[in-house]
């Protein structure tokens, strides 16, 4: 319950920053530019390789979801990564996200994961921040909140079919 509510309040918090129409930003953020790779790498089988995380992430990365540490060094980004990615579906980061914007060393991120699987799509919202040392990404925290058909009105990113 705790969880949901901290989730429904970052949302929250996100989209009362922006207007519900608002423009999206480019993508010239590190961390915007990762997941425009990311996107690319998962329609290419072979492509999550600690040398290409490399490219955008510290040798020690961390990735902490929901405030557990998942992911600890590219080595890790890239097996998890490849896990997902031999599972099938289709998995996308929308890029430009919903909102984001930086500081000297961070990136905060509002953004759509959406997904498909097995005949069903799924939706997420997540908001967090990106930790940057020396233009790239040294951990990656977010929160995130699915979005369940029927219960929970759907963003317009995500995909219905």
Known sequence: ??????????????GLATPAMAQEKPATDVVS???????????TPGAYTPENFSKFFTPEATLVLEGRTVIN???????????????????????????????KD?????HVIRSRRDGKTGCS????????????????VLVRHTLEAGK???D???WTD
């Open 152 to 154: 929970d009105p759907l």
């Open 73 to 103: 060094g590219v080595d890790q980004w890239a097996t998890h990564f490849q896990n997902i990615q031999s599972g099938g579906g289709d998995v996308e980061i929308v890029v430009p996200f919903k909102d984001v914007f930086e500081t």
């Open 1 to 14: 319950m705790k969880k949901t509510l901290l989730v429904a309040s970052i949302v929250a918090a996100f």
């Open 156 to 158: 317009a990113q995500c």
């Open 106 to 110: 961070r990136v905060y991120t509002y």
């Open 125 to 140: 919202l997540a908001a967090g921040h990106a930790e940057l040392k020396g233009g790239k990404i040294a951990s990656i």
């Open 33 to 43: 530019k990762m997941f425009i790779w990311w996107n690319e790498a998962f329609k």
